[in-house]
């Protein structure tokens, strides 16, 4: 492999870590050779984390954190510089979702999804950046959606939240770009991943647009996400920042 990918000894710290998307990363760059502090909300699935990866021989570890606490995403960062000492990757990917007419959103509804998808970033990213402002090199990834760029029916929150990270991405990398910390993100299309708040059923008109909307017809599977990142975190991409990486067969595009 070209070295210029090589993640190996990188310390990567993953929010939204214990499933899906979020597990898929923390495998994918512990596997890669990283040392991964894998966090989620969720201590039962991170326990269940913990053991598989000592069975496989990974580095991961993992702390139970809610993003929408900024206690809770400064103690995540300190766990992480505790525990290896660095943070050379911040993927900020936590996230949440209701699928449902703009007009019918609840006030609780509509601040749960901000404050985790769009709130929780910001924390995170900006507890990681000081260390790595410190020592001159970081790279933050913060987990997008076509969705931030293209209205689609029954996301409004979702999609506010999304267009934010995008600001985010641009506004912490301008400010950054200088002092040797790169933050991007990835938008992923419609994957074989259904997150917190969204139910699943193959036959519904929702899930049938999804696949005749994008190119490609199919969703992506969660591995074929985990190189764009990667990709980010390596020096491969160390002239890469402000960049928002579409990763959706092709829905960008159309």
């Known amino acids: 492999m070209d070295s210029r990918f090589d993640v190996t000894g990188k310390v990567v710290c993953v929010t939204g870590g214990s499933r899906g998307l979020g597990k898929a990363l923390v495998t994918a760059f512990a596997e890669a050779g990283a040392h991964v502090m894998a966090a ?23 702390q139970v954190t809610d993003v929408t606490s900024r206690d809770q995403c400064r103690e995540l960062i300190d766990a992480t510089m505790s525990a290896y000492g660095r943070i050379d990757v911040m993927i900020c990917n936590a996230g949440i979702d209701i699928i449902k007419p703009a007009e019918s959103f609840e006030e609780a509804e509509w601040d749960q999804i901000l404050d985790v998808n769009l709130r929780g970033y910001f924390y995170c990213a ?107 975190a390596s020096e491969a991409a160390s002239y890469v920042t402000g960049s928002i990486l579409y990763v959706d067969g092709g829905y960008h595009a159309g």
């Open 40 to 62: 989620s909300w969720e201590p039962a699935a991170l326990a269940t984390l913990q053991e598989d990866s000592e069975r496989s021989g990974l580095s991961i570890r993992t």
């Open 126 to 232: 900006q507890f990681a950046a000081i260390p790595m402002l410190a020592n001159s090199s970081g790279s933050i990834i913060m987990t997008s959606s076509i969705a931030g760029v293209h209205g689609i029916s029954g996301l409004a929150p979702y999609a506010a939240s999304k267009g934010g990270v995008d600001q985010l991405v641009r506004t912490m990398a301008i400010e950054w770009a200088t002092r040797g910390v790169r933050v991007n993100a990835v938008a992923p299309g419609y994957l074989q991943n259904i997150m917190t708040g969204i139910p699943y059923n193959p036959d519904n008109p929702y899930q049938r647009q999804a696949v005749e909307r994008t190119p490609m017809r199919r969703r992506g599977g969660l591995q074929e996400l985990a190189g764009a990142y990667i990709f980010l």
